[in-house]
């Protein structure tokens, strides 16, 4: 079980969290200039790193706030928790 | 057939070392791949092969999974798929010539909710239609059928019904990983364990090998099968796929009496129940919600599915876990595989089985060697192509597919 600090409510266990993917993931500015190739990859192809990753969460059974967090996909390290719409930290 | 457990693997295959050059390199020793390499074999007389694997052969998910095997999928396309593999596993064990306690004893997925409830009816009447065997089974049925099911009103997700594949069951999955190495050994084919692929050899837009931390290996054609690390693959040939790889995890308790007759599977209350030929409890549920590729769950999943299964089986409660461990499912947005032809030329895809690849194992490799082999898509294939991600026509086996993707 992971232990997430919520920038709001400080650590909380995992289950009190709702998964929300990939982050910094843009809407697309012109939808209707996008290829139906460029269209699918927004809607479904999501980078899949083994290594640090960041993603959002929401503190659904707290705050219910979303923010994101920068997770090792091995380790599960969370190396960063940032407020949605921060860009993502620099992770040494 | 015997029900004598078969030789020990150490004298199933060769442990060559890898040749400089191939006809088709195949990367992951899985089910999955030992299949493809079995029916390029087989099937289109390609020996010239070689399986390379990172670790040992069928130590991925092949080794973790919870062995329930099933065609009752609601779509035409996945309905088709799953019951090529259901026949050919009904076949195998003769044809492979090895006993790997293949156990036709019926899946029950049940049924909690009215929408549960139309949920499987129509899935009974989709499976009908095309041919797969499924009935649906009212709770004094699913009683009669499986004992040991808590079907009292008085719980909190009552048993509503079930749909019922007769057909389905179980198979004994190391050794259905060795029947099929064995055979793709005698035919010529090298399996070589501790072979990791860390680049390809390209030539402009074409793959023409890979590279392994056993050096370079040229290949006519390269076949991904490598399930949970498929986009790690990928990515090293310039591509992204639609797949997120989740831990997925399973538990077994000790060894028991012959209690449980058939395989019980509930989506809404999340376990899965089978007892294996030993006579353990082997109990699965959904894959943790986050990407991961550690090879192991959370243990909040673990008290899940066992407040589940105990809801469901107060006959277990005083059971023992003996062992639980996770694997690395890749996941697709719409629950289905992606098997195919690359935009990178002769580099082939066979990936994102997710929950559920296993009872496919048979077809998976019959479909992809032949797409392989002729490099135009298996028709039972055809539908599952990368493509589909951009044109639309998705599979959507959500309901399906597994117990919560
Ligand atoms: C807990 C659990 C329960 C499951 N239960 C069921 C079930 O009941 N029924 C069902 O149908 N399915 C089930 N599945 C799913 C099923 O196990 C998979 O869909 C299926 O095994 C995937 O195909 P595979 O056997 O080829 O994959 P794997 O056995 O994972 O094979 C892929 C291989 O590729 C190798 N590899 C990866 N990267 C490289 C590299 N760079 N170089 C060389 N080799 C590499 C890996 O080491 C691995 O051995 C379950 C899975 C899990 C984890
Ligand atoms: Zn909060």
Known sequence: MLLIACPWCGEREELEFHYGGQAHVAHPADPEQLSDGEWGEYLFVRDNPKGPFAERWSHAAGCRRWFNVVRHTVTHQILAVYPAGEPKPVIP | MSHR?????DWLWRTP????????????????????AYYLARNHGITDVAVLERGWLAGGNMARNTTIIRSNYLCEESA???????????????????????????????????QDVREGTRRVNANRLGGVDAEWLD????????????????????????TLQPRAGIAKHDHVAWALARRADAYGVDLIQGCEVTGFLRDGDRVVGVRTNRGPIA?????????????????????????????????VSELLEPVHPTVVMSNHVHVYVSQAHKGELVMGAGVDAYNGYGQRGSFHMIEHQM?????????????HVLRTWGGIV????????????????????????????????????????????TGEPHPLAAPFALERFTTGALIDEHGAAAVAH
């Open chain 2, 307 to 319: 407040s589940a299964a105990l809801e469901l089986f107060p006959i277990f409660a005083r059971a």
């Open chain 2, 139 to 162: 709770p004094d049925q699913v009683r009669a059928f499986c004992p040991i099911v808590n079907t009292s009103p008085d719980v909190r997700y009552p048993v509503l019904g079930a």
């Open chain 2, 219 to 251: 290949a006519g054609k390269v076949a991904l099968a490598a399930a949970g690390h498929s986009s790690v693959l990928a990515g090293l040939a310039g591509l992204r796929l639609p797949v997120q790889s989740h831990p997925l995890q399973a538990l």
């Open chain 2, 5 to 9: 457990l078969p030789e020990h693997p």
């Open chain 2, 80 to 114: 088709a798929l799953y019951e090529h593999a259901l026949k050919l596993w009904e076949v195998l064990p003769e044809e492979l010539d090895y006993d790997f306690l293949f156990s036709q004893r019926g899946v029950l997925n049940l049924a909690h909710t009215l």
């Open chain 2, 17 to 36: 070392d890898p040749r400089r050059s191939y006809d088709v390199v195949v990367i992951g020793a899985g089910g999955h791949g030992l299949a493809t």
């Open chain 2, 330 to 373: 890749d996941v697709t947005p719409d629950a289905s595989p992606i098997i195919g032809p690359t935009p990178v030329e002769n580099l082939y895809l066979n990936c994102g089985w997710g929950t559920g690849g296993f009872k496919a194992t048979p077809s998976s490799g019959w479909v992809y060697a032949h797409t392989i082999a």
